[in-house]
């Protein structure tokens, strides 16, 4: 048996392990974020259509540049954000991880380097290392916010070509005030101008935004040529399996992921399923309002528990906090509910599930911290 150890691998992959949520197969899974509703049947029967359709041409490559799809998502994004957007302002690809992936080869790659402020989405920084992107952690606050001297101080000592904001931020829940981007934009601008007068890609991951109590700040990426905003149709459109993701932002940023994205990336199969679930964008939409919901009666139930639970804008929530998170991730599963360690100090995060789901998980932790009693 040959090890990996024994392979020409790259040295900054030795002894690294891959991106992984343990995928058990238990009563009530709320761990990696889906939505807890299957497709709607009618929703169902058009994605049969629509890839019936698309299959009688598999003989031919795909749109290359996925063009209505693009627009169909640009029109999703104006009728959602009341920002209008073009189409050309909309890029697509295999879920936003690969959009990510593309930001990173486009303007990070060796000798440049990404800025995170951690606990944050891991694949931030895995994607920096898979792209040799150097990576730098940045501090979040008690409440796991972004103070933004203390950013802005990162970024004057550090200089990165790339910043990532996470809002609602991955695996807290924390949602960035609009202020604060705009200041955090500006100081990367500055920091990167002072080197090369070319600014720095300021990339706000909105995997979670629908979930948000707060408007998406989207439209500021209006006259702001290096401002990204990313999301996904794998939380709010309840697709996971899907694999789409996409971005919004200046035209040229669209020019430029597409210097790198593989030729015909985006199947002729993944674009006419995107194409029929964006149809019932509205339906869909109506799950995500049953789910904030859900979400905040969690938040209202584990804080009468007593538990220290984040503000949270998502369709999760961080909660805490124990000595041992690890021994009550553990027991929680003993009781058949699977939640997520994420490795933040005494803290858990929770899907939100349905109804009973969700009743399920409050019944496991009152019996955990019963027996801890
Ligand atoms: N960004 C954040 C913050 C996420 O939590 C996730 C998924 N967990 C993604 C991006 C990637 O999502 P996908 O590739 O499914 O679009």
Redesign the pocket.
């Known amino acids: 048996m040959t090890g990996i150890d024994q392979l020409p691998l790259r040295d900054e992959l030795r002894g690294k392990s891959p991106y992984g949520a343990p995928q058990l197969h238990v009563p009530v899974q709320l761990n990696?974020?889906e939505s807890p509703h299957p497709l709607p049947e009618a929703l169902v029967r058009r994605i049969a259509e629509r890839v019936a359709e698309a299959a009688r041409t598999l003989n031919r490559y795909p749109d290359r540049d996925a063009v209505a799809l693009r627009a169909q998502l640009a029109a999703y994004l104006t009728a959602t954000t009341g920002h209008p957007l073009d189409p050309a302002q909309v890029w697509a690809a295999?879920?936003?991880?690969?959009?990510?992936q593309q930001l990173l080869q486009a303007f990070g790659g060796p000798g440049r380097t990404a800025l995170g402020f951690d606990p944050?989405?891991s694949?931030?920084s895995l994607i920096a290392r898979g792209t040799g992107t150097g990576w730098i952690s940045g501090p979040r606050t008690e409440e796991f916010g972004v103070d933004v001297a203390a950013a802005e101080a990162v970024i004057r000592a550090h200089r990165p070509e790339v910043v990532f904001l996470?809002s609602?931020?991955?695996?807290t829940g924390t949602a960035l005030p609009a202020e604060t981007i705009l200041a955090l934009y500006e100081a990367a601008q500055d920091a990167r101008r002072a080197v090369d007068g070319r600014g720095a890609l300021v990339v706000v991951?909105e995997?979670?935004a629908e979930f948000s109590h707060r408007p998406s700040t989207l439209p500021l990426i209006e006259g702001r040529p290096t401002l990204v905003h990313?999301?996904?149709?794998?939380?709010a459109f309840g697709a996971?399996g899907l694999?789409?993701?996409y971005l919004a932002a200046d035209p040229a940023v669209v020019d430029a992921v597409q210097l790198v994205r593989l030729p015909y990336h985006l199947s002729a199969v993944t674009q006419a399923t995107a194409s029929a679930a964006l149809e019932f964008a509205d339906t869909l939409l109506g799950f995500v309002e049953e789910l904030k919901a859900e979400r905040d009666r969690v938040v209202e139930e584990l804080r009468a528990l007593g538990l220290d639970v984040t503000v949270s804008d998502a369709n999760f929530v961080q909660f805490g906090r124990f000595a041992d998170a690890g021994a009550v991730w553990r027991r929680l599963l003993d009781h058949g509910v699977l939640v997520r360690d994420n490795g933040v100090p005494g803290r858990l995060r929770v899907t939100t599930g349905t109804r009973a789901e969700n009743d399920a998980f409050l019944d496991a932790v009152r019996a955990v911290t019963k027996e801890s009693d």
């Not at 295999?94 to 990510?100: A, F, T, Y």
């Not at 990313?230 to 939380?235: A, N």
């Open positions: 990696t974020n295999n879920g936003s991880n690969e959009v990510l944050s989405y694949m931030h996470c609602p931020n991955n695996p991951d995997a979670y990313t999301r996904t149709m794998s939380k996971a694999r789409l993701g």
